[in-house]
């Protein structure tokens, strides 16, 4: 790559780097890393229904999951200006072949070509792609369903019998018969003026 294309790059990694600082800063300045009871206003949220508190959650975790796009971005664009200065930029870091200049233009911070890319963004990066702490989710906290293995020992499956068990509801006697009047909570809602004026001598 010339030289003057590298300076291109350059400027706009040290623009775009720029600008996400800015982001990074405005996101701490307008809240996001408060504490959340700052943002409801309340001492605790002990006392409340997890419902209640549902809508802060969500703006909550929305706003770390934009800092942490943020940071990836800045992370990436980071080892781009390292390149640059070791002189590997624009060079994919998987193949080794150079990078689409189309690529480099959109994506002046991407480290892999755009078929590396495709080939590490497949389906099954989101499958195995699964949280840290499942790692050390063992008995009696994982899935555990031995039914395959022939195990007799207690596993999840039991557990969720014995769990079960509990949600048995006992058949309601109900007087299905009964013609249903909108407006009604009671059976004797449902007797008219005409069955009391019946009852006069």
């Given at each position: 790559m010339d030289s003057n294309k590298l300076k291109q790059y350059k400027e706009k990694l040290k623009?775009?780097?720029q600008r996400i600082l800015q982001t990074i800063d405005s996101m701490y300045e307008n809240g996001l890393a408060s504490p959340q009871r700052e943002e409801v206003g309340e001492l605790s949220v002990n006392d409340n229904h997890p419902a209640?508190?549902?809508?802060?959650?969500?703006?909550k975790e929305r706003g770390y999951a934009l800092l942490s796009n943020e940071k990836d971005m800045l992370y990436q664009i980071d080892r781009a200006l390292e390149n640059i200065e070791k002189g590997t930029y624009g060079k994919c870091e998987v193949c080794g072949r150079e990078i689409?200049?189309?690529?480099?233009n959109l994506l002046p911070y991407a480290l892999r070509c755009s078929n590396c890319e495709k080939e590490m963004i497949n389906h099954?990066?989101?499958r195995y792609d699964r949280p840290a702490e499942e790692e050390v989710l063992n008995y009696p906290f994982g899935r555990t369903f031995n039914d395959i293995s022939e195990s007799v020992e207690y596993d999840?499956?039991?557990?969720?019998?014995?769990v079960d068990e509990f949600?048995?509801?006992p058949k309601m006697k109900r007087n299905y018969e009964d013609e249903y009047i909108s407006g009604t909570v009671d059976e004797t809602d449902n007797i008219s003026n005409q069955q009391y004026k019946n009852q006069l001598p």
């Amino acid at each position: 790559m010339d030289s003057n294309k590298l300076k291109q790059y350059k400027e706009k990694l040290k623009k775009e780097r720029q600008r996400i600082l800015q982001t990074i800063d405005s996101m701490y300045e307008n809240g996001l890393a408060s504490p959340q009871r700052e943002e409801v206003g309340e001492l605790s949220v002990n006392d409340n229904h997890p419902a209640d508190m549902g809508t802060e959650m969500f703006d909550k975790e929305r706003g770390y999951a934009l800092l942490s796009n943020e940071k990836d971005m800045l992370y990436q664009i980071d080892r781009a200006l390292e390149n640059i200065e070791k002189g590997t930029y624009g060079k994919c870091e998987v193949c080794g072949r150079e990078i689409e200049e189309e690529r480099l233009n959109l994506l002046p911070y991407a480290l892999r070509c755009s078929n590396c890319e495709k080939e590490m963004i497949n389906h099954n990066t989101f499958r195995y792609d699964r949280p840290a702490e499942e790692e050390v989710l063992n008995y009696p906290f994982g899935r555990t369903f031995n039914d395959i293995s022939e195990s007799v020992e207690y596993d999840g499956e039991d557990a969720w019998q014995d769990v079960d068990e509990f949600n048995k509801i006992p058949k309601m006697k109900r007087n299905y018969e009964d013609e249903y009047i909108s407006g009604t909570v009671d059976e004797t809602d449902n007797i008219s003026n005409q069955q009391y004026k019946n009852q006069l001598p």
